[in-house]
């Protein structure tokens, strides 16, 4: 894949987290949102965080294990990567780490709902 198709893939991929934190916002389910461009600033800052975790765990060799624990841990760092975007972006407001949890997991359980979905028109 070239670099072109990666961006859009990305810039793409964004969109839908942003659609599911603007949806979250507007149902209040652990964080508020002012608006798209806000939600949408957040998926893309996000994006960015996972990106650097990801690169910071291959440099440490490390590699979250799978089952319960995996998914336990990468809630949590959804979480904390949700806590940064609130105090960074203007017009998102994160609920405490309760919130931020919840945000996580709703954000977590409907990707998976969306990619499941996708995947079973391919």
Same mark, same amino acid.
Do not use: C
């Given at each position: 894949?070239?670099? =072109?198709? #990666?961006? %859009?893939? @990305?810039? %793409?991929?964004? #969109?839908?987290?942003?659609? =599911?934190?603007?949806? =979250? ?5 652990? #964080? ?5 461009? /806000?939600?949408?600033?957040?998926? +893309? ?8 975790? *990801?690169? &910071?765990?291959?440099?440490? *060799?490390?590699? /979250? ?10 809630? &949590?760092? $959804? $979480?904390?990567? #949700?806590?940064? $975007?609130?105090?960074? +972006? ?9 919130? $931020? &949890? &919840?945000?996580?997991?709703?954000? @977590? ?14």
């Amino acid at each position: 894949m070239n670099i =072109i198709g #990666l961006i %859009i893939g @990305a810039l %793409i991929g964004a #969109l839908f987290s942003g659609l =599911i934190i603007w949806l =979250i916002g507007k149902l209040g389910w652990g #964080l508020e949102v002012d608006g798209f461009k /806000p939600a949408y600033l957040a998926a +893309i800052l996000i994006a960015l965080f996972n990106a650097f975790a *990801n690169w &910071l765990w291959g440099v440490l *060799n490390y590699t /979250p294990e799978g089952g319960w624990l995996g998914a336990v841990t990468h809630l &949590l760092i $959804a $979480a904390v990567f #949700l806590l940064a $975007a609130g105090q960074i +972006i203007k017009g998102l407001r994160v609920k405490g780490w309760g919130g $931020a &949890l &919840l945000a996580a997991v709703i954000m @977590a359980a409907v990707g998976w709902l969306i990619t499941w979905g996708i995947t079973s028109l391919v």
